[in-house]
């Protein structure tokens, strides 16, 4: 899905560029109709939970897409990552052509946009948030960082444990996929 992005935003933008006003209310009224969406499969999604214990089941249902739609979830935040970034220049043609008003659901697209992200690829936000190796200069910064950073491979680990346990893979195939991501 993230290759097709590329192509259709282009072939968006150009449509955008002779129709400003039209392709900037289509473009809101489907990133609602899919904000609505995905709230709607994450307030109505049931799982059989029995052999989840609470925390588990908690993150189970705080992500339902990521756990259930995986491949269409990690898809879908790539699309939404290029279409937020062509946002910008739609701003800009917004701008260039003097369509002050416009910006406004634009800027609601890009927020909307912002705010499913997340939902759609949790574990690639939760490792963005890692800090990095550099440490900060001070002791009790130190200590803050590296605690921050033990919660955040937690998180991490339980959200990959949980994605395991859901669609029953063993720990010999965990290490063939992690063996598979580091080449």
Not at 102 to 126: G, M, T
Request: glycine share 2%; with cysteine.
């Amino acid at each position: 899905m993230a290759i097709l992005a590329y192509p259709l935003c282009v072939i968006y933008l150009v449509i955008f560029f002779f129709f400003p006003q039209v392709a900037t209310l289509v473009l809101l009224t489907l990133s609602i109709l899919e904000w609505l969406y995905i709230l709607a499969v994450t307030k109505w999604s049931k799982f059989k939970d029995e052999d989840f214990p609470e925390e588990e089941k908690q993150l189970l249902y705080k992500y339902p897409v990521y756990f259930r739609y995986y491949f269409f979830s990690t898809g879908m935040s790539a699309f939404l990552a290029v279409v937020q970034l062509s946002t910008i220049i739609m701003a800009i043609i917004l701008l260039f052509k003097q369509l002050w008003l416009y910006l406004i659901p634009l800027a609601l697209v890009y927020f909307i946009f912002a705010n499913l992200r997340p939902k759609l690829d949790p574990l690639f936000f939760l490792k963005q948030q890692l800090p990095k190796a550099r440490g900060p200069s001070s002791a009790a910064e130190r200590i803050s960082g590296y605690s921050e950073r033990m919660k955040l491979e937690e998180d991490i680990s339980l959200m990959i444990a949980v994605y395991d346990k859901f669609w029953g893979i063993d720990k010999e195939e965990r290490e063939e996929i992690d063996r598979t991501h580091r080449r």
